[in-house]
């Protein structure tokens, strides 16, 4: 059968693909995958009373598979996010923007042949805001994952993953893939959870959300306190919560584009190390993406 899981990774992009989607069908020769998404937030305002903020995020991907022997898959690639900020109020404590530059490195593993996978991946970077990327900002987040095979149409998967810049260092990730009828698949797959309608051989339309996270370190010398504790070199873990509806348009079998748009529900600067943080209210945003395979 044809390799059922590439779909969830063509949603995911290849940065963020490494909690479940296995790549145990690819070939001897090395494949790639890319990805590039731009997103746009509008206003929102932060809680606290601190003003209010707009947003733009990009990321890039890239990454190589390629099969080492039977049953073991080799991955390398790198991966660039970064979010940018645009507050307008006095004496906003906030960072600029986050920004994040990894490697890729992998194994995708056959534990038992056709139904149980192993990913392990880590994925060393420098994690940061643009203007203070350094040896303070080095991190090495790691994945486990194990995805279940049952057959074409349902897969499940459980990852765990480590970063020690986020306030819980180990965290589980559980996800699946069902198809359930022709022309229908429930995407379940973090960080990108889709219900996905194949309108026609090219075009896909799919609802659901989207959780963006950067976990960084601010930089030394950063002058910012907030509730009078300061924020030189502080962890601050960043999420934001998307949901919205969006269509994939293949417009060549190796290339499709995705456009999408909808409500950011949810956004939080978290500081975990001196217990604070920052809320907004929610937001509309929308997105563009392109996903290759070579």
Request: overall charge negative; aromatic content about 12%.
């Amino acid at each position: 059968m044809e390799d059922p899981l590439a779909p969830v990774r063509e949603r995911l992009g290849p940065g963020r693909s490494a909690l479940g989607p296995d790549r145990s069908y690819a070939k001897e020769e090395w494949s790639i995958e890319m990805g590039l998404d731009y997103g746009y937030v509008g206003s929102a305002s932060l809680k606290q009373g601190l003003g209010t903020v707009t947003e733009q995020a990009a990321e890039i991907g890239i990454v190589a598979s390629r099969r080492l022997d039977d049953g073991l898959v080799g991955i390398v690639g790198g991966d660039w996010q970064t979010f940018s900020f645009g507050y307008n109020g006095a004496n906003i404590p906030l960072p600029d923007n986050l920004t994040t530059l990894n490697a890729i490195f992998g194994c995708d593993i056959e534990i038992e042949p056709s139904e149980w996978y192993m990913r392990i991946q880590l994925e060393p970077g420098v994690y940061g805001t643009w203007q203070s990327l350094g040896w303070h900002q080095v991190n090495i987040p790691g994945v486990a994952a194990f995805t279940n095979i049952v057959d074409e149409d349902f897969q499940w998967f459980i990852a765990l993953r480590a970063d020690v810049f986020q306030f819980f260092p180990v965290i589980p990730i559980p996800g699946i893939r069902w198809q359930f009828a022709e022309n229908w698949l429930l995407n379940g797959s973090a960080p990108k959870p889709t219900i996905d309608w194949k309108a026609t051989d090219d075009v896909t339309v799919f609802v659901g959300g989207d959780i963006l996270n950067a976990n960084v370190r601010l930089a030394d010398s950063n002058p910012e306190t907030l509730g009078n504790r300061s924020l030189a070199g502080a962890l601050l873990n960043y999420f934001e919560a998307r949901a919205g509806v969006g269509v994939s348009w293949k417009v060549h079998p190796n290339l499709s584009l995705q456009a999408e748009g909808g409500s950011v529900v949810w956004r939080n600067y978290d500081f975990t190390r001196i217990n604070d943080h920052v809320k907004s209210t929610m937001a509309p945003y929308f997105q563009l993406a392109i996903r290759g395979q070579f």
